[in-house]
């Protein structure tokens, strides 16, 4: 595995099987809307070889195989692994790292990854080891989640702490968890790794809670920089920042539970070329 703290960071924490569950359980379910447009922008079906990075759970792998793909998915944190082998039988399953896949050059019709761009510590390399395994015009795929100028509870959450958590609490240096989410950024990327960008979507996610503050719980419980970033907070940091998210969550979804949350993701997809 490539070799730096954020790295070793991100391995253990989603190699934790709370957070593994917590993540599919709850902060997954705006992933959920993301699938469909992964699965069509992939042009997955019957006869194509279909790659998914940062499997996770393998929500994004049993849609895959359900068009009669033939699916793989790889994760390198066995505890989600373990998940995405029950949602989705039918699929094969490689532990490994997005940045140094085990794979021959040529090998898949389309690669996708569903919001593990914001977890590899360098892009550029898990863009070109996708571009190296596909075949001349296969499709990569991700999606990620939407960041500020939108209401987003995931960026309500990450703002939130930034502006107004303990400074004292951080995190080993990595990727902004919106880097990958503007267009210039990605048609950047894209045109480093040898891809042209072929089609941009957004999904409406959407979180529904009994509490307003409760997108603190779905990031403390569910994210391997929300538990870090949470857990290290004093109880009257804590209080103040569930106030602010509970505010914001109000403000947009009104007073009476249970709150539509938004969580937007865009999905987009280049073309090797
Ligand atoms: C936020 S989850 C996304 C899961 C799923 N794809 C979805 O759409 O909900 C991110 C996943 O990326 C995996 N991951 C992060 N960095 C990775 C890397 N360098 N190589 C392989 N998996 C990685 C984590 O273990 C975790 O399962």
């Not at 503007?182 to 529904?208: I, Y």
């Not at 209080?239 to 993701?265: E, F, K, N, Q, T």
Request: hydrophobic share 45%.
């Amino acid at each position: 595995m490539t070799d730096t703290d954020f790295a070793r960071f991100e391995k253990d924490g989603w190699s934790d099987p709370d957070i593994a569950g917590h993540y599919a359980r709850d902060f997954a379910r705006a992933a959920q809307a993301a699938v469909p447009d992964t699965v069509r922008l992939a042009k997955a079906g019957p006869g194509k070889a279909v790659l998914d990075l940062c499997c996770g759970q393998g929500i994004v792998t049993a849609a895959l195989a359900e068009t009669g793909a033939e699916a793989t998915g790889l994760d390198f944190s066995p505890a989600m692994l373990a998940l995405a082998r029950k949602a989705a039988p039918g699929a094969e399953f490689v532990e490994g790292d997005a940045m140094a896949l085990p794979f021959d050059a040529g090998r898949f019709d389309a690669v996708t990854m569903g919001f593990g761009m914001l977890h590899v510590p360098d892009a550029g390399r898990a863009l070109a080891e996708a571009r190296r395994v596909l075949k001349p015009g296969g499709r990569f795929v991700f999606s990620t989640w939407i960041g500020p100028g939108e209401p987003s509870a995931v960026f309500w959450c990450m703002s939130t702490l930034a502006q107004h958590g303990d400074a004292g609490v951080a995190l080993p240096p990595g990727p902004g968890p919106f880097d990958m989410a503007g267009e210039d950024a990605v048609r950047a990327a894209f045109g480093a790794a040898g891809f042209e960008m072929a089609g941009r979507v957004r999904a409406d996610g959407v979180w529904l809670a009994d509490r307003p503050d409760q997108p603190i719980d779905f990031f403390r419980e569910g994210t391997v920089r929300g538990a870090v970033l949470i857990n290290g907070q004093s109880a009257d940091t804590l209080a103040r920042l569930r106030g602010i998210v509970a505010d914001l969550v109000r403000a947009h979804c009104g007073d009476d539970a249970p709150y539509r949350i938004p969580v937007p993701s865009v999905i987009t997809c280049g073309v090797a070329v």
